[in-house]
């Protein structure tokens, strides 16, 4: 993961690399049984500028989160909507990720934008969202990518 100083602190902003091709890659990122084995189920996904689907997340009381595909380039660029309703507070996000090719593999860069660290409560969320990323989520998502 790299860390850039001059980056948005209200976004999440999170780099990877890995050694296999921005293919592979977009395969994990975008094929319905890949993304639900490193992130959530996803119900009506394509990777097209559009589309309105739901992740579902497991064992949660409110389960699904609306998306809609905001951007989609083949291999190079996903972004969707992300909009959780939590009771009177509901969420919503704009995740997007990009490819870029680096020798052999690829750099991939996470932004989740969205977040007012004005208020605190989501200054807590946003800062518990990002280490969900970086501990459990963008591992799993290496090792979908490896296998």
Not at 45 to 54: K, L, M, P
């Amino acid at each position: 993961m790299i860390a850039d100083a001059r980056l948005n602190p209200a976004a999440i902003e999170l780099g990877n690399f890995f050694p296999q091709p921005p293919d592979t890659v977009w395969r994990a990122l975008t094929e319905p049984e890949l993304l639900e084995r490193w992130l959530l189920r996803p119900t009506g996904f394509a990777a097209s500028v559009g589309t309105h689907f739901q992740f579902t997340i497991p064992a949660a009381s409110i389960n699904q989160i609306a998306c809609e595909v905001l951007a989609a380039q083949r291999c190079a660029q996903l972004t969707y909507s992300w909009v959780y309703p939590q009771g009177e507070h509901p969420a919503r996000w704009v995740v997007d990720w990009q490819l870029h090719p680096q020798g052999r593999g690829t750099r991939l860069l996470l932004t989740q934008t969205g977040f007012d660290i004005e208020d605190r409560r989501q200054k807590m969320l946003r800062n518990a969202m990002e280490r969900h990323w970086k501990r459990s989520v963008l591992p799993r998502l290496g090792e979908v990518i490896h296998h």
